[in-house]
């Protein structure tokens, strides 16, 4: 007897998408059984990457996009023209804005807008209304905006919200994700898609992988690395849901919590690029003929083979 699907809310930043969480979701409602019956997107948002903002603003944006730019380079100087310098550079095929209607599994969805408001302490939670609403009639929801999420609607869906943390949880907290592993030379990055609560980072991790970047010789090869590691993670963690067997676990430790880069960390980060780009500027062994599959560790690349066979 086929199972009834998955009731699936998922939470967005703004009217798009990266194209790798359209991939995602479009792999996920193919693999895992499941039915997107809720869409709740932030109203308010500011992006903060050039590429979405020319497709979803106005120019009536400009001013606020302006001041956002210019209160994160207030807060972190040398980072954020490090950041403006990367704002210039081609946006990566995996990062590119899609409107939510190029999604077709979005088209019957409910959908809500809202505003997200302040936790008491620090975070985001969603109006009450729409955690009601949104809580009581799916059976997990996917989080892909509204920041740190916090508050009752955590717990509502039968399933909880899921959401991704690019790195190991016993290892590197915080963000950015895959910098910090970057720079500290690290073999390996993890992913986790993780079951969230209201302590950071401290919720039940629902499936995790460990993806090579020996060989990554920027920052940006680590994060497409990650994201193709994503796109098939969270597939494979929302049908795990359904197995009576799995049961997401608790980190063991917490690993040190890191934030963007200061002073001597964030030229380190500059010389580290510069060197990693001179070396694929000048021919060296690259990495553009590998797959994503070939950054997977062992154990995740066989269970991508046996998923293929099914």
Known sequence: MRQEPLRVGVLLSGETVPAWVKRAIERTVEAANVEITHLVIHEASSPTDLSEFLVRSTPADVPEYL?????????????????????????????KPMPVDSIDHFSDAKRIRCRALPASDFGNRLPERVAEDVGAN???????????????????????????HRGDL????????????????EPTV?????????????????????????????????????IAACEELLAAGVRSLRDPEHEPRSPDTLGALYTVPRGIDAVRYATKTAIGLLRTAVGRRGVGSRTPDDYVSEPRQRTVEARRSD
């Open 170 to 185: 016993e290892s590197y907290r915080g963000q950015p994700g895959g910098l910090w592993e970057f720079l500290n030379d």
């Open 138 to 164: 799916t059976d997990v929801v996917l989080r892909f905006g509204f920041g740190v999420l916090k508050g009752e609607f955590l717990t509502m869906p039968t399933h909880g919200v899921l959401s991704f």
């Open 190 to 226: 993890g992913v986790t898609l993780q079951r969230i609560d209201d302590t950071l980072d401290g919720g039940r991790i629902v499936a995790e992988e460990t993806v090579d970047i020996a060989d990554a010789r920027t920052w940006r090869e680590v994060e497409r690395r990650q």
């Open 67 to 95: 001041s956002c730019c210019f209160d994160r380079l207030r807060s972190h100087a040398l980072w954020s023209l490090l950041g403006a310098v990367r704002q210039l550079a081609r946006t990566p095929e995996y990062r």
